[in-house]
């Protein structure tokens, strides 16, 4: 069943629509009130703690500061809060989702102690991906100094990391409640036909409770069947997020 709260833009529709008129669906809306409607959501989030957290800490490549349009605060806070244990996101291309995700989860890993899986279908997303986070990391000071075990400067050097090896760890310092240091970490892997059964076994192996599927409708079955086979033994405290385009 789909969470009509989750949802962007949440729009009634004036009729039942048939599926193969779902590609024109701006035909049914007033582009006058859509255009409103937008207006007031920008208005509103601009009053949510997390939207403005985000605007302090992220910056666009002009180096302005990142102000996330509703959409994009939606997913972030999915994301962060991991605010329900199953999560799509389907949006069209060039939507910014690679970007938000990114900063999500290192806003995630930062903050909260935990692991992070993120499964990649190619080198070159997964090189997109590592490379939104060592920019983020190496801009701010605040996640800078949280960073483990890695000269962010040699970002170069990470980047080839992933090409040879087809997977990444970023590790970050967490300081919890009571005072006691704990970590939050991501590990970037890729999916390639030629590495799938090293992905699988990555998968099956994997510590944490939180995995999010980029492009996932790009993976190959086995891959699938793996997260699936590997948090059905971790019980009902898991985090599943598939990202995609609609094809």
């Known amino acids: 069943?789909?969470?009509?709260?989750?949802?962007?833009?949440?729009?009634?529709?004036?009729?039942?629509?048939?599926?193969?008129?779902?590609?024109?669906?701006?035909?049914?809306?007033?582009?006058?009130?859509?255009?409103?409607?937008?207006?007031?959501?920008?208005?509103?989030?601009?009053?949510?703690?997390?939207?403005?957290?985000?605007?302090?800490?992220?910056?666009?490549?002009?180096?302005?500061?990142?102000?996330?349009?509703?959409?994009?605060?939606?997913?972030?806070?999915?994301?962060?809060?991991?605010?329900?244990?199953?999560?799509?996101?389907?949006?069209?291309?060039?939507?910014?989702?690679?970007?938000?995700?990114?900063?999500?989860?290192l806003t995630r890993i930062t903050s909260y102690a935990g692991n992070v899986l993120l499964l990649e279908p190619d080198q070159k997303r997964g090189k997109i991906f590592l490379n939104y986070m060592i920019q983020d990391t190496s801009r701010n000071d605040y996640f800078a100094d949280k960073l483990q075990g890695v000269n962010i400067k040699e970002n170069s050097m990470l980047v080839r990391l992933l090409t040879e090896h087809s997977k990444v760890k970023l590790t970050y310092h967490v300081v919890e409640d009571d005072d006691q240091p704990r970590f939050g970490s991501v590990e970037i892997i890729t999916c390639e036909a030629r590495r799938k059964d090293n992905a699988v076994t990555t998968i099956m192996g994997f510590g944490g409770r939180d995995i999010i599927a980029d492009e996932s409708a790009l993976f190959d079955d086995a891959i699938d069947a793996a997260v699936i086979r590997m948090m059905a033994g971790k019980g009902e405290d898991t985090f599943l997020c598939k990202i995609g385009n609609p094809f």
Not at 91 to 100: F, N
Request: charged share 30%; with cysteine.
């Open 1 to 105: 069943m789909i969470r009509e709260d989750f949802l962007f833009p949440n729009i009634t529709l004036p009729q039942l629509v048939a599926d193969e008129d779902l590609e024109h669906l701006g035909r049914l809306f007033d582009i006058d009130d859509i255009k409103a409607y937008i207006a007031r959501e920008q208005v509103r989030i601009r009053d949510d703690q997390m939207w403005k957290w985000a605007r302090e800490n992220f910056k666009n490549e002009d180096e302005t500061p990142w102000e996330m349009s509703p959409g994009e605060l939606e997913i972030f806070k999915a994301i962060v809060f991991r605010q329900h244990p199953r999560i799509e996101i389907v949006t069209c291309t060039q939507y910014g989702k690679t970007l938000t995700v990114s900063r999500a989860v």
